[in-house]
Each structure stands twice: as C-alpha cells, then as structure tokens.
C-alpha cells in the first residue's frame, strides 16, 4: 500500500467507508484486456467488514507482503474489507476481459460541489472517494448468484419487492470483487 500523499484527507474510520460505500450507487471497474485499459460504470450490492479495513493497512505495510494478501482474497476463507457483488450480460468485452483477467481497480465518488477561490487555480471539487483493487471471480452456484442479485437490490432498490424468476438467474453473469486494497478519501470546502 502506498501511503496517500495528502495523508489528512485520508478516511480511515470504518463506519465513514461504509456510510459513503453505502451512499454510492455507481462503480466504476476498471481493466484490461489485448485493446487497452477500460472503465466501465456498474450498479452493485456489497458486503462490508469494518474489522477488516481496520486491519488492512497493518496488513499491508509489513505484516504480509501484498501479493500474498491477494492470494488469499481469492480463497473465500479469507476475509476481505469489501466485496462488491455485480451483474452482466454473459458475453461481450467486459464479461471476456473479467474471465481472462480477474485483477480489476474500482472507484466511486460522492460529488459535493464546487470548492470556489479567488483565482482559477484556485477552484476545486468537493468529494469523497472510495479507490481500491482487487480479484473478481465469477459466481456459478445459483444460490450464490440469487444472494449477489438480491445484495444488489438491496443496495440499489431497497424498498422493492421484486422477485427473481430461475431463467433470469441462470441467464444473467454474476460476478464478486474481492477488494484486497481499499483506500476512502474526502475533501471538503475550507471554511
């Protein structure tokens, strides 16, 4: 883990990372497969272990070299800060690069507004921001595909009461992020 330059914005409460994970409704994956890098925006359910996150940079900066920290993200006997449950169509460039490439980067934001100054290099962004890496598996067994869809409807859709016919499950690519390497940062306007 590289330590964040500017170490102040830096979230490191775990209930914070859960509120602002839990405010998002968009991800944003990134990968890369024979054409080059892409980003790709996706609606998500997730599982989050405050105790995990607490734990991660003590994991990180010396106690296991990173490489072996995502080995065992993707033994589902280790645990993860966050695992980030999606959905897709089964074919295409995206379901291709997850099967052949299971490392991804994932981002999200809460846009706060306009930080304003006294001159142009002085404007900025207000936000908060959740970045991280990690190994994306997809899911095969249908009952763990019908709890990673009901996760993201949950998330996304909280009050619905939609339910899930087997033909759409067994249709649709499900896939969990285990994210191994999860930072939060935040920026708000001075006062």
Not at 63 to 69: E, L, W, Y
Not at 76 to 98: D, M, N, W
Not at 155 to 168: G, I, L, S, T
Request: proline content about 7%.
């Amino acid at each position: 883990m590289v330590p964040m330059r500017r170490s102040h914005r830096e979230i490191t409460d775990p209930t914070q990372m859960k509120d602002l994970i839990d405010s998002c409704t968009c991800v944003r994956v990134g990968a890369c497969d024979s054409n080059g890098p892409f980003v790709v925006p996706m609606s998500f359910g997730y599982e989050w272990s405050s105790l995990e996150f607490a734990t991660l940079r003590d994991r990180l900066e010396g106690i296991k070299p990173k490489s072996q920290v995502a080995q065992e993200a993707e033994s589902s006997e280790h645990p993860v800060p966050l695992r980030l449950y999606l959905h897709s169509a089964t074919q295409g460039r995206k379901a291709a690069c997850f099967d052949q490439s299971p490392r991804v980067a994932i981002e999200m934001d809460q846009e706060l507004g306009v930080i304003e100054g006294p001159y142009a290099c002085s404007y900025s962004y207000s936000y908060r921001s959740v970045m991280g890496s990690g190994t994306i598996v997809p899911l095969e067994d249908y009952a763990q595909k019908l709890r990673a869809l009901e996760l993201i409807m949950q998330h996304m859709a909280p009050d619905a009461r939609v339910p899930f016919q087997k033909e759409a499950v067994d249709r649709v690519r499900v896939y969990r992020i285990d994210v191994d390497d999860v930072t939060g940062k935040e920026r708000f306007p001075k006062e």
